[in-house]
């Protein structure tokens, strides 16, 4: 305070400057800091990215806790109910995302998805983006799509029966076919 002979240290919890002693209240904000307080004049700091804190009286970063997986949380949130958001459907979102990431080729990825879910057996998933597990579609007919492969659909000219006989022609491998082996 002004006038006095000797400064006294800002405590932890507080942010300060030369006048004032506040207390730290990331419950009330939508930034995600603590206030370690320990010097004269000292101010919030920030939680490291892809982290969030709630906790008012914060004095370390380990107030600041890993955003979930399924969610995301933005290190330039404007509310306390932007801090902690539910992955967008499209998207995923690992521990501690910042920002979430577009749902990979021949995956989906619902609101909330944490880690890309492969396509169905017989579908595929011919863009990134996908939210619903039929993904693109069903493989058309004379198209297999395998669960390994749900990112590409494998064109073929024959198809294969239970006696390894090989059958040709594209009616063979049916819409949905996960396969070459022709359903029958």
Known sequence: MTGQTSCKNCPAGH???DT????CT???EGLNYYCAGGAVSVGKTSCASG???YV???ESSSDCWTCPPGFFCPTDASTVAEKVQTCTQGYFCHAGTVTPSICL???YCPEGTAMPIPCQRGYYGGSEGLYVSTCTGPCEAGYYCSFETSYEIYQTDHCINSENDYYYGSNLCIRG???STPST
């Open 26 to 28: 990331p419950q009330d």
């Open 15 to 17: 942010f300060c400057t």
């Open 105 to 107: 080729q021949g995956f």
């Open 51 to 53: 982290t969030y804190n």
């Open 177 to 179: 076919s996960i396969d």
């Open 56 to 58: 008012d009286g914060s």
């Open 20 to 23: 004032t002693v506040t207390k």
